[in-house]
C-alpha cells in the first residue's frame, strides 16, 4: 500500500517561511510525479507546485516565493515556502503519480497570521 506521509505544516506570520515534506513508502516503483496540492474550505483543491522527471511547475499566486525539491533515492518531496501571506493558508496535500495511479497524504495545515 502507497503512503505519503506529510509535515511540517504549522502556524507563522505574514512573511515567514515553513518547509513542508513528503516522503513516500509501500511500492518499489518511483513516482512518475509528485507534487503539492491546496485547499480551503468550499473550495476545490488546486495545484501548488508539481515536479515530473526535471521539470517543475508553480502556481502563478506561489511563483518566486515556493521552491520544490525532490530527493528520489528517498523517495521524498520537499515545498519550501518563503514569504508567506495569509492567502496561503490552506490544507496543504501532498500528491503522486506511480504506475499510473494518483496518491494522497492526509495533509497538513498552513495558517498563515496576518
Known amino acids: 500500500q502507497v503512503l505519503l506521509a506529510e509535515s511540517g505544516g504549522g502556524l507563522v506570520q505574514t512573511g515567514g517561511s515553513l518547509r513542508l515534506s513528503c516522503v513516500g513508502s509501500g511500492t518499489k516503483w518511483s513516482a512518475y510525479v509528485m507534487g503539492w496540492y491546496r485547499q480551503t474550505p468550499g473550495n476545490e483543491r488546486e495545484s501548488v507546485a508539481t515536479?515530473?522527471?526535471?521539470?517543475?511547475n508553480y502556481a502563478e499566486s506561489v511563483e518566486g516565493r515556493f521552491t520544490l525539491s525532490r530527493d528520489n533515492a528517498e523517495n521524498t518531496v520537499y515545498l519550501q515556502m518563503n514569504n508567506l501571506k495569509p492567502e496561503d493558508t490552506a490544507v496543504y496535500y501532498c500528491?503522486?503519480?506511480?504506475?499510473?495511479?494518483?496518491?494522497w497524504g492526509q495533509g497538513t495545515q498552513v495558517t498563515v497570521s496576518p
Open positions: 500528491m503522486s503519480i506511480i504506475q499510473g495511479r494518483q496518491y
Open positions: 515536479i515530473t522527471g526535471g521539470s517543475t
